[in-house]
Every structure is written in C-alpha cells, then in structure tokens.
C-alpha cells in the first residue's frame, strides 16, 4: 500500500512564483487536508475536503488554494509564494467517521521560498 | 483558552525511566481522542487511541477524564527510541480535527 504520497520532497522557489503541491492516497478515503508545520506553531489546518468537489478552509487558508476532483488528488497550490510561506506542508486523509477519524500522513514537503 | 493544550518540554528522562504528560481540552463535547508520534523531520504517526476506561498498549498507557477535560499518556521502561514528540489530537463530532503542539521527549542513554 502506497497509502498518502505527497511530491515533491523538497522545492526552493523565489518570491512572486507558483507552484503545486501533489498529493494522492490510495485508501479511498473521503476526507483529504492540508497542514504547514513551522518551529513553535504545531500543525495548522490550511485546507480541507470532505469528499470530491468539495473543499473548505481550515486555520491559515490566505495565498493556498485547493480542489478535489477525485477522491484520491487533493493539489495544493500557492499562487504567488512568499518568504511566509517556508513550512513543511503535510497531506493528510482518513475515512469520515463522525468523530473518530484516524489521520494517515504524507512523508512532507519541505518548501523554502526566497 | 486554546482547544488543545500541552506542555512543550522538553522532558529529558533517563532510559528506564517512567514518564507521563497531559494534554488538556476546552471543548466538553469532543467525541474522541489520539497520541500521535511524530519524529524529527517525519511524519506524524498515529500512536494510540485513547478510550473512556483508559487502554494500554505494552509500555504505553492513555487515560481520558472527561470530568477534567484531559488525556495523559504514561510511558513505561523508556527506551532511546521513544524520543520524539507525542501529539495530543482531539476530534469533535463534527470530523473537525484539533492538534497540541507536541512534547518532546529525550530519553537519555
């Protein structure tokens, strides 16, 4: 089981560029998020979906868009990155359960914008 | 208040050792509650789950009082590999997902 792949691993990007952040998982859950982990914050939720063609912001939705065509793809894209924007970015998924979902990880992505 | 709250450490025990943290919670009506591991520059993994009676899972112990609106998580025997930071992680009914900010632990050799 492949289980959540997030790519890349690693990007350097200068400020004013755009990028997108894949991740897909092959457990067919509904539930799909996005979190970015820096020094002293813990995880904060930017984006989630509960199911396809449904997307919601989370805690730090500002410069991050996402959308969910399929059950399995959930891309995140920054439209015009900023130093703000240097994180590790963790793809997250578990099935809904009301109340009781277990979070399955990508391995990261560590993003450094210039 | 904040929703999840626990002590940052770090905690340093001597291998063997017996440690235990807390992770408390604002919201009465959450639905249920998780340890995650997370080791530097991985991932978060799920640890445990934590029950209404308590449940142990080999040298790990987690406990819910919902009477204080907190979770502990007790480590037995510490081993150099328990070093990490543990993740307290509350979800509500409505599926919405709290972390803590983590604890770290060194376990010293």
């Known amino acids: 089981n492949a289980g959540v792949t997030q790519t890349p691993k690693f990007q350097v990007l200068k400020t004013g560029q755009s990028m997108t952040l894949q991740c897909a998982q092959d457990m067919n859950h509904e539930y799909m998020s996005w979190y970015r982990q820096d020094p002293g914050m813990g995880l904060r939720l930017i984006h989630y979906?509960?199911?396809?063609?449904?997307?919601d912001q989370g805690e730090v939705p500002n410069g991050y868009n996402v959308s969910r065509s399929t059950t399995e793809d959930f891309p995140l894209r920054l439209l015009s990155a900023a130093p703000s924007q240097t994180s590790v970015y963790f793809c997250a998924s578990s099935y809904l359960t009301g109340g009781a979902n277990v979070l399955t990880f990508g391995a990261g992505s560590r993003l450094t914008v210039l | 208040r904040k929703e999840v709250e626990q002590d940052p450490g770090p905690f340093n025990v001597p291998e063997g050792a017996t440690v235990a943290f807390n992770c408390t919670y604002s919201?009465?009506?959450?639905?249920?509650f998780f340890w995650y591991r997370q080791d530097c520059r991985k991932e978060p993994k799920l640890l445990m789950s934590v029950y209404s009676s308590g449940n142990e899972d080999g040298r790990f112990t987690a406990q819910l009082n919902r009477a204080s609106q907190y979770i502990s998580l007790l480590i037995r025997d510490s081993k150099l590999s328990d070093s990490a930071t543990y993740l307290c992680?509350?979800?509500?009914?409505?599926?919405?997902?709290?972390f803590g900010k983590g604890t770290r632990l060194h376990i010293l050799p």
């Open positions: 979906s509960v199911g396809a063609g449904i997307t």
């Open positions: 919201n009465s009506a959450s639905q249920s």
């Open positions: 992680v509350v979800n509500n009914r409505d599926d919405k997902i709290i």
